[in-house]
């Protein structure tokens, strides 16, 4: 079992940064890829950002130079630094984790973070 627990996100005007944290406990051995998600009202949730146990990354076209995904491994931490927000980036931020082979095969989520842009 792997528990994720979000947290940093709140209301910021068009142009603010905001970084989100995601701490893992439980069995964080299991632990190989992780990303951020996210989902706006009356739309399906979707991927933000997401990156290997080695650190590869990869982005959504639309956060592509703005956003960018980090993990410490020693620490059990994903983190996701939103810089030049705009109202579209508006949504509930989900943090996921997939774990490895033998360790079953569920994949877990948070809790979920708001994240709310004014223009």
């Known amino acids: 079992q792997v528990q994720l627990v979000e947290s940093g996100g709140g209301l910021v005007q068009t142009g603010g940064s905001l970084r989100l944290s995601c701490a893992a406990s439980g069995d964080t051995i299991c632990i190989s890829t992780m990303g951020w998600y996210r989902q706006a009202p009356g739309k399906e949730r979707e991927l933000v950002a997401r990156?290997?146990?080695?650190?590869?990354?990869n982005y959504a076209d639309s956060v592509k130079g703005r956003f960018t995904i980090s993990r410490d491994n020693a620490k059990n931490t994903l983190y996701l630094q939103m810089n030049s927000l705009k109202p579209e980036d508006t949504a509930v931020y989900y943090c996921k984790a997939n774990v490895v082979a033998g360790c079953g095969s569920n994949d877990y989520w948070g809790q979920g973070t708001q994240v709310t842009v004014s223009s």
């Open positions: 990156i290997t146990s080695g650190g590869s990354t």
